[in-house]
């Protein structure tokens, strides 16, 4: 998936080209190293020697980006033609945009619903367990998902999926990189929620589109559930009243 990812990238127009392209590998054990070998010449490749997390591997990226703006990026995505320009321009008429999240595709063109309302407990209940299957339930997930769910209009969610975050100067400068208390799991929705109490904003711009694979796969790797339930856990505990529905953010522009 990393090579259609550089792919995508190194075939945008020079006006949507980036400054650089960063790698980092938290110690994979498939063929990632291999593949960046064919893109020494247009890729810096970190590899980390253990799996430092999620949150930490992006930040060190950060640190060896030469650009202001930053778009982080998983690896099972793709960048389509004009996203990047669509989010730089978004980002010069909106000062105060700290975070801003593409519309993402699955293989039919189908846009996910990647921007949020916060995770309270009955909303992770109604996604994790058998109560997702109940009327009530499935009211709690669909409110949670499709809120802030929109085709062409931008619009401010709670927080975004972080597959695709693009990190503004003035977010980084005012709001900071991922939190590294999170190895794996709410590091995105805990950076919303830190834009938002900084006096920043987080915009949904579905008219930035790439295409998502959505592997999830961290949720196959060994311990995924303990370390889901303990990063959900520390966000609820640190941030209690968005635990009760009160947390910060969210609106039309």
């Known amino acids: 998936m990393i090579g259609r990812a550089l792919e995508s990238i190194l075939s945008l127009e020079p006006d949507e080209k980036p400054v650089d392209i960063v790698v980092v590998d938290n110690d ?54 004009g996203a990047v320009r669509t989010l730089f321009s978004f980002q010069e008429s909106h000062p105060r945009a700290a975070l801003l999240g593409p519309g993402m595709e699955d293989w039919n063109g189908v846009l996910q619903p990647t921007a949020r309302t916060w995770p309270t407990p009955p909303v992770i209940a109604a996604r994790r367990t058998f109560i997702g299957g109940t009327p009530a339930g499935a009211r709690l997930s669909a409110g949670h998902l499709r809120s802030y769910h929109r085709e062409d209009s931008p619009v401010r969610p709670h927080w975004l999926v972080g597959a695709a975050l ?48 959505c592997s999830r796969e961290s949720s196959r790797r060994k311990g995924a559930l303990g370390l889901h339930l303990r990063s959900m856990t520390r966000f609820l505990l640190t941030h209690p009243l968005t635990a009760l529905g009160l947390g910060p953010g969210g609106g039309d522009e």
């Not at 054990?29 to 890729?43: I, M, W």
């Not at 490749?45 to 591997?57: C, H, P």
């Not at 400068?173 to 929620?193: A, I, P």
Request: charged share 25%.
């Open 28 to 81: 994979s054990k498939d063929h990632t190293a291999k593949v960046l070998q064919d893109y020494a010449d247009s890729v810096k490749f970190v590899r980390n020697e253990t799996n430092l997390g999620l949150s930490k591997a992006n930040n060190i990226g950060a640190g060896q980006a030469r650009g202001d703006s930053l778009f982080f990026l998983n690896p099972d995505t793709e960048v389509l033609p």
């Open 166 to 213: 693009w990190l503004t100067p003035e977010g980084r400068k005012r709001v900071g990189l991922m939190s590294e208390s999170y190895f794996l799991y709410f590091e995105d929705v805990e950076w919303c929620h830190r834009a938002w109490r900084r006096g920043m904003e987080v915009w949904y711009v579905p008219e930035a589109r790439i295409r998502h694979v």
